[in-house]
């Protein structure tokens, strides 16, 4: 499973960007890609998450009505578009998958075995 993320980059606040996290090698019938985050000092968090066994999605409060995550079965690819950017949400990003047996959208990163290198979002204020 290769996971490589992209569509960071600068921008100032109010500003918008969507990250993508095009992902290759699954052979899981059911599986999960969460989107987190990690800034200088803090510990990594959990921002949003799909589920393919129902298509559902699940978003962290900061993350709740600005960010939409969704897919495009066409590329591949498992998208997060961010809304509103402040510069707390200035922090390096990954995305995290595993097969449908972590349960339903795990929070906690431990249970994510597949990560991508992640992208860097910079929000000026």
């Known amino acids: 499973v290769q996971l490589v993320e992209s569509g960071g980059g600068s921008v100032q606040a109010g500003g918008s960007l969507r990250l993508s996290c095009a992902a290759s090698g699954f052979n899981f019938g059911v599986y999960v890609i969460a989107w987190f985050r990690q800034a200088p000092g803090k510990e990594r968090e959990w921002i949003s998450c799909?589920?393919?066994?129902?298509?559902?999605?699940y978003y962290s409060t900061s993350a709740k009505g600005r960010f939409t995550i969704s897919t495009d079965p066409t590329k591949g690819t498992v998208d997060l578009l961010m809304n509103s950017l402040g510069p707390g949400d200035t922090a390096h990003y990954y995305c995290?998958?595993?097969?449908?047996?972590?349960?339903?959208?795990?929070?906690?990163?431990?249970?994510?075995?597949?990560w991508g290198q992640g992208t860097q979002v910079a929000v000026s204020s």
């Open positions: 995290a998958a595993d097969d449908g047996r972590v349960g339903n959208c795990p929070r906690n990163a431990k249970f994510y075995d597949f």
């Open positions: 799909f589920n393919s066994s129902d298509s559902s999605t």
